[in-house]
């Protein structure tokens, strides 16, 4: 019987690959920092233009979702199934305190008129409309909580009527989160 050759055996360091493993001395302590080391703050004009941009498009990403209600961009104040159905309850009806902010300029160019008159009755008729926005702002706050516990039961957020209460004295267009049902529509 003949005797094959016995193959040569090949090199391990030949196959491995180069810095992995244990291929290399780990690196000292001081190495790795100095590898690591940036500066927190960028040094270049470009890096701080691009940071500036980046910076103002998340910003603006946040504004639109949270002008359209989403809730990851909602503060807390505005987060949670209830507050959204105060929200759109609000939304969906008219209410006085819309009014308070254009009348309140009307009564500032009546008493640019020079007549006591205008002015005492402008006054008087201000002050007739906030009482009457108050006790739209009560029966709203009063409304809210019963449609709330009427849907929830004991699980209301404490809260609601005066978070429903104070969108009504709000300009409809002034809202934030804006309002996502259009007036007499109900919420869901």
């Not at 209830?82 to 008493?111: A, C, N, Y």
């Not at 709203?140 to 909580?145: D, E, F, G, L, N």
Request: aromatic share 8%.
């Amino acid at each position: 019987m003949a005797k094959t050759p016995a193959a040569p055996v090949p090199d391990a360091s030949a196959d491995a690959p180069q810095g992995v493993g244990k291929n290399r001395p780990t690196p000292s302590r001081a190495e790795q920092e100095a590898a690591r080391k940036r500066p927190l703050v960028a040094d270049t004009k470009e890096a701080k233009r691009r940071v500036r941009t980046e910076m103002a498009a998340q910003r603006e990403k946040a504004r639109i979702g949270m002008a359209n209600g989403e809730e990851k961009y909602l503060p807390l104040r505005d987060k949670g199934p209830q507050r959204k159905f105060v929200r759109d309850w609000v939304d969906s009806g008219w209410h006085f305190g819309e009014l308070m902010m254009p009348l309140m300029v009307v009564v500032i160019l009546l008493s640019l008129i020079p007549n006591p008159a205008i002015m005492y009755y402008g006054f008087i008729g201000l002050w007739a409309f906030i009482l009457l926005v108050v006790a739209d702002m009560i029966f709203t706050s009063m409304r809210v909580k019963k449609l709330a516990r009427e849907k929830w039961g004991s699980r209301v957020e404490k809260g609601l009527g005066w978070y429903g209460a104070m969108r009504t004295i709000q300009m409809r267009f002034m809202r934030l989160p804006k309002p996502q049902v259009k007036r007499g529509q109900k919420p869901a």
